[in-house]
């Protein structure tokens, strides 16, 4: 991604932006192709993480079915 763009509007919405110009297929494909080694890799990430563990509940409890909750960096 162009450091300047990174610069000028912050890391979100670079990737917002870089997102939208890529075809949701493509994305899908790249998502799908590193899936499983993700999930081998963190599956037992919070196991050793009781605090981590407690504040996703309480997250998750004041969630409500509406919008999407996605991870991702400020």
Same mark, same amino acid.
């Given at each position: 991604?162009?450091?300047?763009?990174?610069?000028?509007?912050?890391?979100?919405?670079? +990737?917002?932006?870089? #997102? *939208?110009?890529?075809?949701?297929?493509? !994305?899908?494909?790249?998502?799908?192709?590193?899936?499983? /080694?993700?999930?081998?890799?963190?599956?037992?990430?919070?196991?050793?993480?009781? +605090?981590?563990?407690? #504040? *996703?509940?309480?997250?998750?409890?004041? !969630?409500?079915?509406?919008?999407?909750?996605?991870?991702? /960096?400020?």
């Amino acid at each position: 991604m162009c450091p300047v763009l990174v610069h000028r509007t912050g890391r979100r919405q670079a +990737l917002r932006l870089y #997102l *939208l110009s890529q075809s949701l297929d493509q !994305v899908r494909v790249a998502y799908d192709e590193v899936a499983s /080694e993700y999930a081998t890799r963190i599956s037992d990430e919070l196991a050793g993480k009781p +605090l981590d563990r407690a #504040l *996703l509940d309480v997250f998750a409890q004041h !969630v409500d079915a509406g919008p999407r909750v996605c991870d991702g /960096e400020t």
